[in-house]
């Protein structure tokens, strides 16, 4: 039998109450909540084709990137980076849970890196972070407000190479120690918590084929048909139920 919403968040809350190494999936819907874009949104990728004559995954390829790099730093600044968001309840909820000790790991396809922001210590960073940029000659690291204010290719103080995005492209694969490090943490976790994603997304089903405990929770505004796979499912806003689940 289907709970109600209040029975759903009391398990959820016993659940966590009750685990002591809690991994957290952190997809779109967390981000989005706290005012980022969805770049998967049809309104969305008629907008930059409209403007760019490209779609966004054609335009954040390793190919694009590679041949137009003037015009990639040109959607790049104009759009991605400047996609402004905050950390929100959900964010602070995930913090609590860090400084309890009771958090393993944040794993994320996020790279706007409010995970860090916050405090969280040990954050997974599967498509990297626009947080952290580096010279393709010297290694040195750059902030992304030190993209934002260069001109044209961003360029290395210090050697004058090309300055690499530090969020994996379209065509990249995922680096393969950051994989391990998701698997280990998954493998290691008491219970997981889906946030803002469902059960088809492949972070989910990789993180799930790792895991070893019987505790799922899933939440996340939009309801999907493989939803039903976990043993606790709210479909309501993240920053509604988290802090309810931790906080309280």
């Known amino acids: 039998m289907q709970m109600s919403l209040e029975e759903s968040v009391k398990r959820a809350k016993e659940i966590l109450s009750e685990s002591e190494k809690i991994v957290a999936l952190l997809g779109i819907g967390a981000v989005m909540e706290c005012g980022a874009l969805n770049y998967l949104n049809n309104e969305v990728i008629y907008r930059i084709e409209e403007k760019y004559h490209r779609s966004p995954d054609e335009i954040m390829s390793t190919g694009f990137y590679s041949a ?6 040109q959607y790049y600044k104009e759009e991605y980076l400047a996609d402004s968001c905050q950390p929100n309840d959900t964010f602070k909820a995930l913090k609590a849970l860090d400084d309890d000790g009771r958090l393993l790991a944040c794993i994320t396809q ?19 972070s626009r947080n952290v940029n580096w010279c393709t000659k010297c290694r040195k ?14 360029l290395c103080d210090v050697c004058q190479n090309p300055i690499r995005p ?12 950051v994989m391990t490090e998701a698997a280990n943490a998954c493998q290691e976790a008491d219970a997981l918590i ?13 993180a799930i084929n790792h895991y070893r405990g019987d505790k799922l929770i899933l939440i996340s505004k939009h309801e999907h048909f493989r939803d039903k796979k ?10 509604k139920i988290l802090p309810k689940l931790v906080l309280s």
């Open 68 to 73: 137009r790099a003037e015009r990639f730093f």
């Open 141 to 154: 690291h750059f902030s992304m407000n030190y993209i934002l204010q260069s001109k044209g290719v961003p």
């Open 110 to 128: 996020n790279t706007h890196g409010l995970e860090k922001e916050v405090g969280i210590k040990n954050v997974i960073e599967l498509y990297g």
């Open 194 to 206: 889906v946030l803002g994603t469902n059960f088809y997304d492949s972070m989910v089903r990789f």
């Open 166 to 177: 530090g969020i994996r492209l379209y065509g990249e694969m995922i680096q393969n120690d």
């Open 230 to 239: 976990a043993d606790i499912v709210i479909h309501e806003e993240l920053q």
